[in-house]
């Protein structure tokens, strides 16, 4: 069997793909990746088709070992570095894959910028669909490994026995990660249960995000919104990116793994083009929101997928030092063992 | 079921949840007529199924339809939905009737004297009449596999709990606000707890995990908790059969 053996399991290191969304209507939240744009983009890079099954990572990457005689792993959603340990460790920038041989060990460490980044894996990983999904659920300990975070001393079931050698493969521009300006909303469902003051208050100020931060969502700090009819409703539906505003007047933006429904009013919605910026978020950052329309936010979304189809299309070989320096620590790890084989 | 003449005439209003979803309102109340007109639309937008719909979430008081935005407009959606109101398509056929066995005695029960006592009743008149009648499942939401069952007698009407659990065990059975639940994993909660049923309503390694969904009926049986022990054993090693019944296909 091929695996990858967690060595550190870093903090709520989760597999997660494009989530299972056909099954709200049983109560089953969506799950799926926080940043889904870096999960393309990931994905691509190591060959995968787009929405297959990756590690997402919270904050703090994990330490894992090659169990197999080759694995090919690429790193986005962040410009953490990947990093090959022993004597001489080398360090990868993000966006581009890397083929790593039995024995190698390599880590993410602390994220430098957001709060998320996903590492893919050629082939993906070989745990069981539930809901025809491998995301991770955990509080309900639904689909990845367990139906919960990695642990040390896991071992990640690889679908592929081992990665062909074959040109590596890089992102050209990883200016997506640069996307700022406010979050744009659409107001809505329930509106009307804020004064109109509360609203413009909303649009008006800059928010917080909290400690208090998972993949089911974010509560945020700043100025407290009144409700103009109670924070009460009968339960409806909810989406990812939902602004919803329960009795103490702060809002909280709803996430991946949020519930299906609820009976807190909910303001506002972040339209989809922002979801991956949003789901990249961390604890202490400043963020505004603005005001936009459905036909606004559809056009953003297709303008939005135009420019993931062109990063994946433009996707360019890995410089050759790259290629060198995956050789030379393959050769260091392995030994000579290649040398005859391969003529290096 | 399914009748239009107890349909109430209101006309939903469509509300956007951001660009992916849309919401069908026809009330902001706790109504067995209104869910019932949700569950309608939501079965005829389910047979002009358009390409793009992802699900449809049919909640107490209204229809969330996810949408993908890169396929479908929620102007074009609006205008598929809106003559399907005028439609009411007949409920039954779809309808499955359950008969699920609930212990309501000792440590299945931890809220049943507090429960009994806020409604001035003794705890085997609060069984009789939660094991009274079919309930209809309205919704389901908050949990995978967890049903919102209803309407209970009006003296049901009782808050919830001041203080959520932190745990509630898998498989009891709540009440709150008319309306009786059962929780399908182990979860925080802040409903009154006054059973426990032998039955998975969510089971990850079952052909089909989740047991109910919304439109089905279910009518609660009185067990003892030497009969609860027996059927959950049962249960377990895979030799309990479910009761339920086809209505009207």
């Known amino acids: 069997m091929s695996n990858i053996k967690v060595l550190n399991p870093g903090i709520n290191v989760t597999i997660q793909d494009m989530g299972r969304p056909r099954h709200q209507h049983l109560g089953v939240p969506v799950s799926g990746a926080l940043d889904p744009d870096a999960l393309r983009l990931a994905n691509a890079l190591v060959g995968n088709g787009e929405a297959c099954e990756a590690l997402e990572i919270r904050m703090l990457g994990p330490t894992l070992e090659v169990a197999a005689d080759a694995v090919r792993v690429a790193l986005a959603g962040s410009r953490a570095e990947l990093e090959i340990l022993g004597q001489e460790p080398v360090r990868l920038p993000a966006h581009q894959s890397v083929r790593l041989v039995r024995g190698q060990k390599f880590r993410v460490g602390a994220l430098p910028d957001g709060s998320t980044a996903t590492l893919a894996i050629e082939g993906g990983l070989a745990v069981p669909q539930v809901y025809a999904s491998r995301s991770t659920y955990s509080r309900a300990g639904i689909g990845g490994l367990e139906g919960r975070a990695l642990r040390e001393g896991d071992l990640l079931p690889l679908q592929l026995a081992t990665a062909e050698a074959r040109g590596e493969r890089r992102l050209a521009n990883d200016a997506y990660l640069d996307d700022g300006g406010p979050f744009r909303v659409i107001l809505g469902p329930q509106r009307d249960f804020f004064t109109d003051e509360a609203t413009a208050l909303f649009l008006a100020s800059v928010y917080t995000v909290t400690r208090d931060a998972d993949r089911m969502g974010m509560r945020l700090d700043g100025p407290v919104l009144s409700h103009a009819r109670g924070y009460n409703i009968v339960s409806d539906g909810i989406v990812t990116g939902a602004v919803q505003v329960p009795g103490n007047g702060l809002p909280i933006i709803l996430l991946a793994d949020h519930q299906t429904t609820g009976g807190y009013p909910k303001l506002a919605a972040v339209i989809s083009a922002d979801i991956p910026r949003l789901g990249r978020l961390r604890p202490g950052d400043e963020i505004r929101f603005e005001e936009t329309t459905v036909e606004a936010a559809e056009a953003e979304r297709k303008a939005r997928e135009a420019r993931l189809r062109r990063l994946i299309e433009g996707m360019a070989p890995a410089g050759a030092w790259l290629d060198e320096a995956a050789l030379y620590r393959e050769n260091l790890i392995s030994g000579i063992v290649e040398e005859t084989s391969s003529g290096v | ?249």
């Open chain 2, 1 to 249: 079921m399914g009748t239009n003449n107890d349909q109430p005439s209101i006309e939903p209003r469509f509300l956007p949840a951001g660009d992916t979803a849309l919401v069908v309102e026809y009330g902001e109340t706790v109504d067995p007529l209104i869910n019932r007109r949700v569950r309608q639309l939501a079965a005829a937008v389910d047979a002009n199924r358009l390409a793009g719909i992802i699900d449809l979430v049919p909640t107490m008081r209204s229809l969330m339809i996810h949408y993908d935005p890169l396929v479908l407009s929620q102007a074009a959606l609006i205008d598929a939905v809106t003559p399907l109101i005028a439609a009411t398509p007949d409920l039954s056929g779809i309808a499955r009737r359950w008969r699920i066995p609930v212990c309501y005695e000792g440590d299945c029960a931890p809220d049943m004297a507090v429960v009994a006592e806020a409604l001035s009743m003794t705890p085997q008149a609060v069984i009789d009449r939660h094991t009274a009648a079919d309930l209809e499942v309205f919704m389901m939401g908050f949990l995978p596999g967890f049903p919102y069952l209803g309407l209970l007698p009006e003296i049901f009407d009782l808050p919830r709990r001041p203080e959520p659990r932190v745990k509630v065990p898998p498989r009891s059975i709540s009440v709150a606000a008319r309306q009786t639940t059962i929780y399908t994993i182990e979860s925080p909660g802040g409903w009154h707890l006054i059973g426990r049923t032998p039955i998975d309503f969510y089971d990850p390694d079952r052909a089909e995990p989740i047991l109910v969904t919304a439109g089905d009926s279910v009518r609660f049986e009185a067990v003892s908790t030497t009969a609860y022990q027996a059927i959950r054993q049962a249960v377990v090693a895979g030799t309990h059969d479910l009761q339920c019944e086809i209505i009207n296909e």
